[in-house]
Every structure is written in C-alpha cells, then in structure tokens.
Nanobody
Framework: QVRLVQSGGGLVQAGESLSLSCAAS????????MSWFRRFPGKEREFVAT??????GAVVADSARYYISRDIGKNTLYLRINNLRPEDTAVYYC????????????????WGQGTQVTVSS
C-alpha cells in the first residue's frame, strides 16, 4: 500500500512563497499522475493542480501562482505557491492515481494527511 506523507506547511506573510512536499513510500510507486487539492473549513476539497508522472509531466493548475512539480527519483510531489494571499489559507492535500482513467476521473488511490497553510496579511 502506498503512503503519502506531506510536509512544508505553516504560517507565512502575504506576498511570500511557500513550497509543500508529498513523499510517497510503498514500493513500487508508479502513479499515472498526482495532484494537489485544498479544503476550506466546512467545505469539500477543491482542485489545485496536477501533474502526470510520465510523458514529460503534463501540468494543469487553477492559478498561475501555483506551480506543481515532481522528483521521480525521490518519489516526491511538490507544490510551490507564489505571492501568497490570505485566500490561499486552507488545508492542502496531495493524492496519487495509478490508473489513467482514475486520474482523469479524479478518483485517487491514496491521499496524504493534509498540511495547513495559513497566510497573514
């Protein structure tokens, strides 16, 4: 079973940048793609960004300030948020999908524990 462990959250000031990490364990780890989601209090999770593990790493993000990347050798997914704003404050989750159809349907196999990002103005 794959386990995703997140790190890098915290409290930052508006205008700064922050990088989140999501490290996978449980060999073999060969996802088709991985994504970041976020959840506001009392709300359902919403999509942030995604990247495929193959084919050059196709990338989709809901904001130009969000940059998703991955290090295949480290089995690690990253999210860099630039020019942080108070509205970025949320719990951020990473997720992996093994099958292409699950990835495209956003039906993920494994989720990280979540990490809090708080932006002060």
């Amino acid at each position: 079973q794959v386990r995703l462990v997140q790190s890098g959250g915290g409290l930052v000031q508006a205008g700064e940048s922050l990088s989140l990490s999501c490290a996978a364990s449980g060999s073999p780890f060969n996802p088709y793609g991985m994504s970041w989601f976020r959840r506001f209090p009392g709300k359902e999770r919403e999509f942030v960004a995604t990247i495929t593990w193959v084919r050059g790493g196709a990338v989709v993000a809901d904001s130009a300030r969000y940059y998703i990347s991955r290090d295949i050798g480290k089995n690690t997914l990253y999210l860099r948020i630039n020019n942080l704003r108070p509205e970025d404050t949320a719990v951020y989750y990473c997720a992996s999908a093994t099958r292409p159809e699950d990835y495209h349907n956003k039906d993920y196999d494994t989720w990280g524990q979540g990490t809090q990002v708080t932006v002060s103005s």
